[in-house]
């Protein structure tokens, strides 16, 4: 009897140490392959040129999430039953996921941003509003630096809700310029003055062509629409250098431009309410 039971204690250690040993292999050899996998995917985002914000996460991600299957695998190698386990992580995901509706709701958008490429760090865009040169692009918002060197931090959820309009997504862009002149002056002259300004300027492209055209017939003054091709960069700087050398050329060639007139008539009724 004493046998027996040696040999059922032998048998039942023999077969928990395969299991610790078997357990053991899988830790180590899942831990190494999840090492492998984070690498692995790194590499591959990296290659799509992806944000590195984003390619950080997910191969983090990626990672914890290798890691927690390979928990589960050698708790169930062990024996250990893991049903009510997954059932408490998912009870818990599931609480932790309404708590923070917001801040997931902020990563999906963030993932969206990334996947899609709206802009990309370093673009001059506009998001509600606000303009500014992208500083970075995090996994729950992204933050703009402003004109005036200001940083404005937007939730990516407010970011995809909104309508972007990226300034530089093209390579090149128009620049809208109006200029009042006076009706006195000659339309065709005005129109060889403006032009040449254009045509020495060293950053306005040669094609597409410049435009210049009488545009509206205002109150006051003729406006001429200016409409030079561009490099997306250099849309404020131009925008502040063609307005001043036009201003400067026109007072060279003595055109006047006016500024608003108002003619009053003034009705002598005196004489009417003493009579």
């Given at each position: 009897m004493f046998g027996v039971d040696q040999a059922a204690i032998l048998n039942l250690v023999a077969g928990f140490a395969v299991k610790i040993l078997s357990a053991l292999i899988i830790l180590i050899v899942g831990l190494w392959l999840s090492k492998k996998l984070q690498k692995l995917i790194s590499r591959v985002l990296k290659k799509s040129n992806l944000e590195p914000t984003f390619i950080h996460f997910v191969s983090n991600f990626s990672y914890y999430l290798f890691l927690v299957i390979l928990v589960l695998l050698f708790l169930s190698q062990l024996g250990i039953e893991t049903t009510s386990l997954i059932a408490i992580l998912g009870t818990a995901s599931l609480a932790v996921g309404l708590a923070l509706q917001g801040s997931l709701a902020n990563l999906a958008a963030g993932i969206l941003l990334v996947i899609f490429r709206y802009f990309r760090v370093?673009?001059?865009?506009?998001?509600?509003?606000?303009?500014?040169?992208?500083?970075?692009?995090?996994?729950?918002?992204?933050?703009?630096?402003?004109?005036?060197?200001?940083?404005?931090?937007?939730?990516?959820?407010?970011?995809?809700?909104?309508?972007?309009?990226?300034?530089?997504?093209?390579?090149?862009?128009?620049?809208?310029?109006?200029?009042?002149i006076a009706y006195e002056e000659d339309t065709d002259h005005v129109i060889a003055v403006i032009r040449d300004v254009l045509n020495h300027h060293r950053d306005v492209l040669d094609d597409p062509p410049a435009v210049v055209v009488i545009g509206e017939l205002a109150d006051s003054s003729v406006n001429f629409y200016v409409r030079p091709w561009i490099k997306s960069e250099d849309y404020l700087r131009l925008e502040l250098e063609l307005t001043e050398a036009i201003k400067r050329r026109l007072d060279q060639e003595n055109i006047t431009i006016p500024f608003p007139q108002r003619d009053i008539h003034v009705i002598n009724s005196v004489a009417g309410l003493n009579n």
């Open positions: 370093g673009d001059r865009i506009e998001v509600g509003g606000i303009m500014g040169k992208v500083e970075s692009i995090q996994i729950l918002s992204t933050t703009l630096c402003t004109p005036d060197n200001r940083l404005v931090t937007i939730p990516n959820k407010q970011v995809i809700d909104s309508n972007i309009v990226n300034h530089v997504g093209k390579p090149i862009r128009r620049l809208d310029l109006v200029v009042g």
